[in-house]
C-alpha cells in the first residue's frame, strides 16, 4: 500500500491505493482502486462539486460522501450494483454520531462497472442536489446544516477529475 499526501489548491488530498477487497478483487492484483479522502475541504453552502472518474470493472458499490468525519457524514451517496440485497439502486443517507439515519433510494441507475462518468453534487444549506450522468436530479436532505463541510472522501472510485465551484 502506498500513502501519497499532496497539496492541491489548498486541499489537502490523502490518496490510499490498495486492493479492494470489498468489492471482489481480491486477488487480483492487476486492479488497484484509489479511494481518496479530501480534508480542508471548506464546501459552503451555493457551491457544486463536479467529479469524474471511473468505477472498478468487478464492484459491489462504489460511494462518495461529505461531512465532518467517519462517524458524522452528511451526505453517504451510495450507487449499488449488488450489495446487501440492493441491486442497481442509489442510496443516499446520512450519519450521524455513528447512527444511520433513514435512507433515499431511486431506481434511476445511470452507472456502469468498468466505465468512465461523471456527476456532480451541489451543497445547499438544506438540501444536497445531486445531478447524476442521465441528467436526473436526486435531492437528498441535509440533516445538520453547516457554514463549512471540511471533509469528502471516495471509497471505490478511481478519481481523475475534481472541480470545485
Known amino acids: 500500500m502506498a ?36 480534508n480542508h475541504l471548506n464546501l459552503k453552502p451555493g457551491q457544486l462539486v463536479e467529479m469524474s ?9 462504489f460511494g462518495v460522501n461529505f461531512g465532518l468525519d467517519i462517524e458524522n457524514l452528511l451526505l453517504h451517496f451510495n450507487p449499488r450494483f449488488n450489495l446487501h440485497g440492493t441491486i442497481c439502486k442509489i442510496v443516499c443517507c446520512s450519519v450521524i454520531n455513528n447512527v444511520w439515519g433513514e435512507p433515499v433510494t431511486t431506481d434511476i441507475f445511470p452507472f456502469f462497472p468498468g466505465v468512465d462518468t461523471t456527476f456532480s453534487i451541489k451543497y445547499e444549506k438544506e438540501l444536497f442536489i445531486i445531478s447524476l450522468p442521465s441528467g436526473f436530479l436526486l435531492p437528498f436532505p441535509v440533516c445538520v446544516p453547516l457554514e463549512v463541510i471540511p471533509l469528502m472522501f471516495f471509497k471505490n472510485f478511481r478519481l481523475k477529475r475534481l472541480r470545485i465551484q
Open 3 to 38: 500513502l501519497l499526501g499532496l497539496r492541491v489548491r489548498g486541499l489537502l488530498l490523502s490518496v490510499l491505493e490498495s486492493l479492494c477487497t470489498g468489492c471482489g478483487l481480491r486477488g487480483r492484483s492487476s486492479q488497484r482502486v484509489l479511494n481518496v479522502v479530501i
Open 53 to 61: 472518474g471511473s468505477i472498478p470493472e468487478v464492484c459491489t458499490d
